[in-house]
């Protein structure tokens, strides 16, 4: 059974192009959540999304930042126009269900991004 | 303040030592407890899940939680070089779905 995919590992961008990060959750799970992890920093929620639904962006930045999970394929995270302070690894994480007790969440290998 | 406090240490100790780890905490919003390793430029491994105050024993793990302190432990017994790595303290709110973590504590076991 694989684990959460992410692609690419590694990803240079220069400054004021598009970053597009790819996540595949485990199988059988349809929730998926993004972190960042900013250098020497722990990490932080930035979205939760369900298929075709954002159910907590609360952790985003106002601009620039969006994420998708649509029905088929993917969840996305795209990052518009980047600057050098986006430069950060970025975790997707997945869980089977939501509710109480949470779910555990498992945790994809990562996409290191580097703006030039 | 931030919520979650965390040493980063490094924390260096000789093969076989028992490792100890810890969090404080703030927000007594917090009801479900996590530690998660994370090996260099790898994700994050969850270790181990608690949601009551008391011990929880996985091997050579064990997860204490105490809720009226807002403290919570993680032991390794028998510390091994492969253990070598950072560790990070997350938590999650009652009906919560965003883990909030620790800045994470390094750990170095030496041979």
């Known amino acids: 059974n694989a684990g959460v995919m992410q692609n690419p590992r590694h990803l240079v961008r220069r400054r004021g192009q598009e970053a597009r990060l790819r996540c595949s959750p485990m199988?059988?799970?349809?929730?998926v959540y993004w972190y960042r992890q900013l250098p020497e920093e722990g990490l932080k929620f930035m979205v939760y999304?369900?298929?075709?639904?954002?159910?907590?962006e609360s952790g985003m930045p106002k601009e620039r930042f969006s994420a998708e999970f649509p029905k088929e394929g993917p969840s996305i995270l795209r990052i518009q126009q980047v600057v050098r302070g986006d430069s950060a690894a970025y975790f997707c994480?997945?869980?089977?269900?939501?509710?109480?007790?949470?779910?555990?969440?498992?945790f994809g290998p990562g996409t290191r991004l580097t703006v030039l | 303040q931030k919520e979650v406090e965390q040493d980063p240490g490094p924390l260096s100790v000789p093969e076989g030592a028992i490792v100890s780890l810890n969090c404080t905490y703030s927000?007594?919003?917090?009801?479900?407890f996590m530690w998660y390793r994370q090996y260099s430029r790898k994700g994050p491994e969850l270790l181990m899940y608690?949601?009551?105050?008391g011990n929880k024993e996985d091997g050579r793990f064990t997860a204490q939680v105490d809720k009226s302190s807002k403290y919570i432990s993680l032991f390794i017994r028998d510390s091994q070089p492969s253990d070598s790595a950072t560790y990070l303290c997350?938590?999650?709110?009652?009906?919560?779905?965003?883990?909030?973590f620790g800045g994470g504590t390094r750990v170095l076991v030496k041979p």
């Open positions: 994480a997945s869980s089977p269900l939501s509710g109480s007790p949470p779910n555990e969440q498992f």
């Open positions: 997350a938590m999650i709110k009652a009906a919560g779905n965003k883990l909030t």
């Open positions: 999304l369900q298929k075709e639904n954002i159910i907590d």
């Open positions: 927000n007594s919003a917090f009801q479900y």
């Open positions: 608690t949601y009551s105050s």
């Open positions: 199988k059988g799970h349809s929730h």
